[in-house]
């Protein structure tokens, strides 16, 4: 998101704040960019809003980008002269490229994070995170796939909607997903699954809508969408696929840029960010895991969710060094 003064860029699924500060201090308002869920309902801003607003006299925009992908790309672009203060939306298979633009600032005292495998990054601080699922449609398939394998190898008559790696942080997590069960084998395995591909899509929500729409009995999302539904609407139709090689683990951050380093008010948002006010709103707004402190309890339905039976995740690094020949393999067996 974007903002005159304080700033956030989001991609659509996040939302991208902008703080702007009061008429006196609008000198030092911060833009952030961000993406935020929102096809799963509202989006967290006004609450988010209002509680960044409460302790610092300072308002809020709100700008989207298509993805987490995305949104690299734009500050990537913008170069040194980026308006955003802050990026929020990235994830830890983007860190790495995102650090080496130098285009982001250490965050100083920032602390508080709580993620699985715990968290250690001078220059990123978690604010949510989740595991990558197939989500299925419980009227129009009976027994969902139980492995990656069995996803693959299935009948494909038994459609899903995937994302692009290109553009799309899922599509990505999805690639990595592949990649770290089947390595070398990784071209294979996309080859059996594109005849079961209905179709690939720019972002997360043109997806998601596809399958909610009954386009396809499946679509690559997250293993908290169903929590969506039952808080939601009420219903347990659509449910999370448990894959027996375990799921792939996404942790979205955010980041301090060189031109929000300036910006005291960047630091403090920051921190704001790890504390309750922010993170009690993520479970039922961004309908992911909060990476904070809490106040409030989570809603009994998440206790309903697939839990992995192992996590899977690829260093930022690994990643880094990897992406471009990755992506270009999925590319060139896709593209046929």
Not at 87 to 100: F, I, M, Q, Y
Request: net charge neutral; with cysteine.
């Amino acid at each position: 998101m974007r903002t005159i003064l304080p700033r956030l860029v989001l991609a659509p699924g996040l939302v991208a704040l902008m703080a702007g500060a009061a008429p006196p201090l609008a000198q030092d308002q911060p833009t952030r960019y961000t993406p935020w869920r929102s096809t799963h309902g509202p989006a967290p801003r006004p609450r988010v809003r209002k509680g960044v607003g409460g302790r610092c006299g300072c308002e809020l925009d709100f700008v989207s980008v298509a993805d987490g992908v995305a949104l690299l790309n734009r500050v990537k672009l913008e170069g040194a002269s980026t308006k955003a203060d802050i990026v929020l939306g990235l994830d830890t298979n983007l860190t790495a490229e995102a650090k080496a633009t130098g285009l982001f600032a250490p965050h100083g005292t920032v602390s508080g994070a709580a993620v699985p495998g715990g968290w250690s990054d001078d220059t990123f601080v978690p604010f949510d995170y989740g595991y990558f699922a197939v989500v299925y449609d419980t009227e129009k398939l009976k027994e969902p796939p139980k492995s990656l394998k069995e996803l693959i190898e299935g009948s494909a008559a038994d459609k899903i909607v995937i994302q692009d790696p290109r553009t799309s942080t899922p599509g990505l997590g999805l690639l990595l997903w592949v990649k770290s069960v089947y390595g070398d084998k990784a071209p294979e395995a996309w080859a059996k699954l594109k005849g079961k591909v209905l179709t690939v899509t720019p972002g997360w929500s043109e997806a998601y809508g596809l399958f909610t729409k009954g386009e396809a009995p499946m679509v690559l999302s997250y293993t908290t969408s169903p929590a969506y539904h039952m808080i939601a609407e009420k219903t347990e139709r659509y449910q999370a696929a448990s894959f027996e090689e375990g799921e792939y683990l996404q942790i979205e951050v955010a980041g301090i840029t060189t031109t929000g380093a300036k910006n005291p008010l960047a630091e403090k948002f920051m921190a704001f960010m790890t504390g309750p006010k922010f993170q009690d709103v993520i479970p039922e707004t961004n309908w992911m895991f909060p990476a904070g402190k809490t106040d409030a309890p989570l809603n009994p339905a998440f206790d309903k969710l697939v839990k992995p039976t192992k996590t899977l995740l690829f260093s930022p690094d690994e990643v880094a060094a990897n992406r471009k020949a990755w992506v270009d393999e999925w590319l060139s067996v896709m593209s046929k």
